[in-house]
């Protein structure tokens, strides 16, 4: 899959830190030895040192070379717990309940990434992607110009006939559950950002619904409509347009029979999803029937680059989410 080690020819050319918060998970330790094995990052695992090298042991696992920061017993506590405190004392914190928020392992690699002690953090093998995104919209925040954090999801297909020799880029499908139209005009022009940032597309996005172009009346497909003439307004550059179901975006000869007038029906490799429900079924739909790589969920808008995984992500995901990571880090 060239796309994935370009990524990580790319992280190994300027070793980047990144910390993964989940140092009590199997895959964790397992993805840690192998990025160690590959130089594509430094990696810091949070957890209890003792039990983190006897698991690594146990699974016959190397971690030389790899740090180990409790979050409970590090000389960081201090200085995280008043910067944090400092962050959050509007809302009515005190200085106790920082202490005991930095103390968790995504709230502590969240800190390290916002003190710059590391480039980026990967989590979300064992939390809800909730618990990974709450910390860092509350420490690290949105990168300048962004009001709407997303995710981004590198679809690499098995049919290359799809999207860019099978590589396809789908969003919102992690974070916002019911976005509103400007929300969703965000997404697609951040989304068009990370395609042709990470990926260097000529974005063609694809705002999808259940209507094509005015064929079905609701308000789920007014709010896709409106999304559409607020990007379009937005970044008029870009190359985004619906609403269209996805046969119309996927399919040449549907798309000119339902879209006629559309530059990118037919030929799209970017889909907006209108909302999570869609989004997250659909990304997984392809992942498991069609049998698709997913990458990501790549978080993008925010100031630093913090990633989530899928609960359900195997070791070389978190490899390969980790080289994105550092990417994101070089890029910044
Ligand atoms: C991400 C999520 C937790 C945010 O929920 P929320 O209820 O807005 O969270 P909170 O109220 O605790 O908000 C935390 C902060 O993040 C901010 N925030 C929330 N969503 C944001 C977004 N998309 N972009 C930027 N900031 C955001 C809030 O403004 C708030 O800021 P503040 O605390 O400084 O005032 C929520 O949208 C969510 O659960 N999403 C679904 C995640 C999920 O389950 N995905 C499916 C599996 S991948
Ligand atoms: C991205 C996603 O769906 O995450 P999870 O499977 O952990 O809920």
Do not use: W
Not at 34 to 47: D, N, R
Not at 82 to 104: C, Q
Not at 202 to 221: Q, R
Not at 244 to 257: F, I, N, T, Y
């Amino acid at each position: 899959m060239d796309i994935l080690k370009n990524f990580k020819e790319k992280a190994a050319s300027d070793l980047k830190t990144i910390v993964f918060a989940e140092g009590n998970d199997e895959r964790i330790i397992r993805a840690a030895a192998e990025v160690e094995t590959e130089k594509t990052a430094q990696i810091v695992i949070l957890g209890q040192k003792e039990e983190i090298q006897s698991s690594a042991q146990t699974y016959g696992v190397d971690l030389t070379g790899v740090e180990i920061i409790d979050p409970q017993a590090s000389e960081y506590i201090a200085e995280f717990r008043d910067e944090f405190y400092e962050l959050r004392k509007h809302k009515g914190i005190s200085k106790a309940e920082a202490e005991k928020a930095i103390k968790d392992p995504l709230y502590f690699g969240t800190m390290m990434v916002y003190t710059k002690k590391a480039h980026g953090m990967v989590a979300g093998a064992v939390n809800a992607t909730a618990n990974v995104l709450r910390p860092s919209f509350q420490i690290v925040k949105t990168k300048a110009g962004i009001s709407t954090v997303s995710s981004a999801l590198i679809m690499v297909l098995k049919d290359k006939s799809f999207g860019e020799d099978g590589v396809m880029v789908f969003s919102d499908c992690a974070v916002n559950p019911a976005p509103n139209s400007e929300q969703l005009a965000e997404i697609a022009i951040t989304t068009a950002d990370t395609a042709q940032s990470l990926l260097d597309f000529d974005p063609k996005v694809a705002m999808l619904s259940f209507s094509t172009m005015g064929s079905a009346k609701h308000e789920n497909v007014d709010n896709v409509r409106n999304a559409v003439e607020i990007a379009q307004k937005n970044a008029p550059h870009l190359k985004i347009d619906g609403e269209m179901q996805l046969d119309a975006a996927l399919v040449e000869s549907v798309g000119k029979r339902k879209a006629p007038e559309s530059e990118i029906a037919g030929e799209a490799n970017v889909l907006i999803f209108p909302d999570l429900q869609s989004g997250n079924i659909g990304y997984k739909l392809v992942q498991r029937i069609a049998g698709a790589d997913a990458v990501g969920p790549i978080i993008q808008g925010l100031a630093e680059p913090i990633n989530d995984l899928s609960r359900g992500c195997s070791v070389s995901d978190i490899v390969n989410l980790t080289a994105i990571t550092a990417v994101q880090a070089q890029n910044k």
